[in-house]
T-cell receptor, first 113, second 113 residues
Framework: GEDVEQSLFLSVREGDSSVINCTYT??????LYWYKQEPGAGLQLLTY?????DMKQDQRLTVLLNKKDKHLSLRIADTQTGDSAIYFC?????????????FGGGTRLMVKP | NAGVTQTPKFQVLKTGQSMTLQCAQD?????MYWYRQDPGMGLRLIYY???????DKGEVPNGYNVSRLNKREFSLRLESAAPSQTSVYFC????????????FGQGTRLTVV
C-alpha cells in the first residue's frame, strides 16, 4: 500500500513500551485499523479508531490519531514476547467502491527477553 | 466455524504452469478479496468481489483472474505463472458496511521457479 507508510522494523525489550507509527494519505478515511500478523498466519484485527477520535485505549493498547498530520500510532504497554509479530495499519479510502482496506507495508516488532 | 479457508497452503509451480487458489468463507459475507503479501510491501489488493456476481480489479491484477463462484467461494487463477508471482496470497472476507471487520485466511505460499 503505497499510500500508507510504516517503518519496517522495531526492536524492544520485554516489559518496555512499543510505539508503532503510521502515516496515511486519505484524510477522508472514516476508520483506521491496526492488524496483527503472527508468523505463518493470516491477519487479525487488533483494534480500530474512528476518525473523529484522538485516542482509543483497549487494555495494553493505545491508539493515537493526529488527523492534521495524518499520523496514526499504536502503543503497546508492557510488551511481551508474545507480541512479536508484524503490525499493519490500514485505512478504507472513501474513493473506493469495494470498501476495501489499503494496508501499510507492516512493522516487524521483535521483543527481546 | 471455520471462517475463511484457503487451499492449498503451499504450492511450487514451474514458470508457465497454471493453477487456481481456492477460498471459501462460511460467515455469509458479501465481500471477498484477494491480496498478495511481499516483504516490505504490505498487502496489495489483486482483485475483489464486493458482492456475489461482481468482480473488480485491485491494485495489481495483471497475470490473475478471479471467479466469484457463489457467495461462499472466490477463486484466484494464475493462467501462466511467472517468478514475479512468487508471494504469499491471502483471501479475506467481510460483511458489507462502513466498519466491519475483515477476516483473513491462513494464506497460500506460492513459489514459481
Amino acid at each position: 500500500g503505497e499510500d500508507v507508510e510504516q517503518s519496517l522494523f522495531l526492536s524492544v525489550r520485554e516489559g518496555d513500551s512499543s510505539v508503532i507509527n503510521c502515516t496515511y494519505t486519505d484524510s477522508s478515511s472514516t476508520y483506521l485499523y491496526w492488524y496483527k500478523q503472527e508468523p505463518g498466519a493470516g491477519l487479525q484485527l487488533l483494534t480500530y479508531i474512528f476518525s473523529n477520535m484522538d485516542m482509543k485505549q483497549d487494555q495494553r493498547l493505545t491508539v493515537l490519531l493526529n488527523k492534521k498530520d495524518k499520523h496514526l500510532s499504536l502503543r503497546i504497554a508492557d510488551t511481551q514476547t508474545g507480541d512479536s509479530a508484524i503490525y499493519f495499519c490500514a485505512e478504507i479510502p472513501n474513493n473506493n467502491a469495494g470498501n476495501m482496506l489499503t494496508f501499510g507495508g507492516g512493522t516487524r516488532l521483535m521483543v527481546k527477553p | 466455524n471455520a471462517g475463511v479457508t484457503q487451499t492449498p497452503k503451499f504450492q511450487v509451480l514451474k514458470t508457465g504452469q497454471s493453477m487456481t487458489l481456492q477460498c471459501a468463507q462460511d460467515m455469509n459475507h458479501n465481500s471477498m478479496y484477494w491480496y498478495r503479501q511481499d516483504p516490505g510491501m504490505g498487502l496489495r489488493l489483486i482483485y475483489y468481489s464486493a458482492s456475489e456476481g461482481t468482480t473488480d480489479k485491485g491494485e495489481v491484477p495483471n497475470g490473475y483472474n478471479v471467479s466469484r463462484l457463489n457467495k461462499r467461494e472466490f477463486s484466484l487463477r494464475l493462467e501462466s505463472a511467472a517468478p514475479s508471482q512468487t508471494s504469499v496470497y491471502f483471501c479475506a472476507s467481510r460483511r458489507w458496511g462502513e466498519n466491519t471487520e475483515a477476516f483473513f485466511g491462513q494464506g497460500t505460499r506460492l513459489t514459481v521457479v
